[in-house]
């Protein structure tokens, strides 16, 4: 049976967030749909997004967008189309995927990647460029240069790679001297990265969210559906949030950082949903081999590690 309380909190997130199409598919062919395979009959995903506000005429038109930008690759069998991921979808959502589920590191020794844009990269290659690393965290030090305290090198090779930028721009790593916690160190954070507006940003994430975990976590028994449609908003949320944070190491951020604060609430949200909503998952979706294979064993690595199927509640 379903809460009428919980009902109510998404029909307000939903009225007072309203999400675009396109982005709310990508929250969830990166949540749902890619660990079981990465693909799905259209039918049965216009089913399982119906409850969010999207029309069939809404995912079509998106769907065929997402195909038009390379997330998305369409398959025809009989009358039915398949959708799944690309392979340069599948890069992008791994990236992502260690942003979203994987804490920053805990400690940091100074270290620095760098890359330096020559002059000769310009227009709009340069300009892709800049947008991908400041999407992973790279904050402008001067013109030309980017950096990062603690960024992936795997990450960054890709990157480049996908920009056709490795032979076009010189990557490096550096090595601070002062000391870690050093006054002009932290002008220099402040002034690459808008960390105000960002805590802001977090706060408001968790003024939304923490009273949908306090009600769950009150209730006898909890829905399937409503467990995916919590976890959908609760993940595209904190998607949008993340999107802007460069993920700083602890030693550059302030005190009692509202990021980490929110991390951990959507760790305690996503831990209490995800049972419930991978059982509502499963039930909706279809493949052309029937419904969705069970869930990668990567899966189970989100948040510092969930439950297996066998001791899900």
């Known amino acids: 049976m379903k809460s009428r309380h ?61 195909s038009q930008e390379k997330w998305l690759v369409s398959e025809q069998l009989g009358r039915k189309s398949y959708y799944s991921l690309t392979t340069s979808g599948r890069r992008r959502f791994e990236h992502a995927y260690r942003r979203i ?23 709009t290659p340069r300009d892709a460029l800049r947008k991908d690393l400041a999407w992973a965290g790279y904050g402008t030090l001067a013109s030309g240069i980017l950096a990062h305290p603690s960024a992936d090198t795997e990450a960054l090779l ?66 399937p559906e409503q467990c995916f449609m919590v976890q959908t908003l609760l993940m595209h949320d904190f998607r949008r949030a993340l999107l802007h944070d ?10 009692n950082w509202s990021g980490g604060i929110a991390r951990q609430l959507c760790h305690d949200l996503y831990s209490l949903t995800y049972p419930l909503a991978q059982q509502h998952l499963l039930s909706v979706c279809e493949t052309a081999n029937g419904p969705l294979p069970p869930a990668a064993p990567y899966f189970y690595e989100r948040f510092g590690g969930l439950k297996l199927p066998d001791t899900a509640p």
């Not at 330096?116 to 227009?123: H, M, Q």
């Not at 790679?161 to 870690?180: F, T, Y």
């Not at 940003?201 to 006898?220: C, H, K, Q, S, W």
């Open 158 to 223: 890709d990157i480049l790679q996908e920009n056709g930028a490795h032979d076009k721009v010189v990557a490096m790593k550096a090595q601070n001297i002062s000391a870690l916690t050093s006054k002009p160190l932290q002008e220099l954070v402040r002034e690459c990265w808008n960390l105000d507006t960002l805590a802001a940003r977090y706060l408001d994430f968790i003024e939304l969210f923490r009273p949908v975990l306090r009600t769950m976590r009150a209730a006898g028994k909890l829905d």
């Open 6 to 66: 919980i009902s109510q909190w998404i029909k307000d997130f939903l009225d007072k967030h309203p999400s675009r199409a396109n982005s709310l598919i990508i929250t969830i062919y990166g949540d749902f749909i890619a660990p079981h395979g990465g693909t799905v009959w259209l039918g049965s995903f216009i089913r399982l997004v119906q409850p969010l506000g999207l029309n069939e005429r809404m995912v079509r038109t998106s769907v065929y967008r997402l």
């Open 101 to 123: 589920y994987f804490a920053p590191q805990d400690t940091w020794a100074g270290e620095w990647q760098l890359v330096l844009i020559p002059g000769s990269l310009g227009g």
């Open 246 to 255: 460069p993920q700083l190491p602890a030693q550059l951020l302030p005190a």
